[in-house]
């Protein structure tokens, strides 16, 4: 096959743009896994569809979403229809990840009280097992919708704080 100058830098252009494509192409598909936030924390096994509670689910008091969110669908469901959980998702992100804690946390808790959402002033345990959301940075109980934090958040109640008793013992059913 005789090549011409000109269609030699022209086939040199192809190869490039072909190798660019190679390279691109799974980085543009890759997506971080989800981790906690701090490397001590980064383990979280995947959770399957077979944990989702089938109904009618325990509902846990000072919850920010009443009966939970196992799915992403159940998620955005939860946020179109309640501003509250809206506005304390607003800095989460869109692709939520269900998974369980491979060992115990302490975490800040936050929770809801009528239309306000508070942060616990003390950390919480988070049992080995327990189902959260992840969405790369931020996390959230699967079972209630509260937000988990490593650090302090704002903002706190005045006044008597959530024991770990009132927030892990689920209401009575109806």
């Known amino acids: 096959m005789i090549v011409s100058q000109r269609s030699g830098v022209f086939t040199h252009k192809w190869i490039w743009l072909a190798a660019c494509a190679v390279v691109a192409l799974p ?8 981790s906690l936030m701090s490397k001590r924390n980064s383990k979280l096994l995947a959770v399957s569809q077979a944990t989702v509670p089938q109904s009618p689910r325990k509902v846990f008091p000072l919850s920010v ?22 506005a304390h998702y607003a800095s989460f992100g869109t692709h939520p990840v269900f998974k369980k804690t491979p060992r ?7 929770y809801r009280q009528g ?51 009132v927030l892990n013992t689920p209401e009575a059913p109806e």
């Open 27 to 34: 980085t543009a598909m890759w997506r971080p896994t989800v």
């Open 65 to 86: 979403i009443r009966g939970g969110a196992y799915t992403a669908t159940e998620l955005a469901r939860a946020r179109r229809a309640d501003p509250v959980v809206d």
């Open 104 to 110: 115990d946390l302490l975490m800040y808790v936050s």
């Open 115 to 165: 239309k306000n959402v508070y942060w616990s002033q003390t950390r919480h345990l988070i049992p080995q097992g327990e189902t959260v959301i992840a969405d790369g940075s931020a996390l959230a109980r699967a079972r209630c919708g509260n937000r988990l934090s490593e650090t302090p958040q704002a903002p706190v109640a005045i006044g008597k704080q959530p024991t770990e008793e």
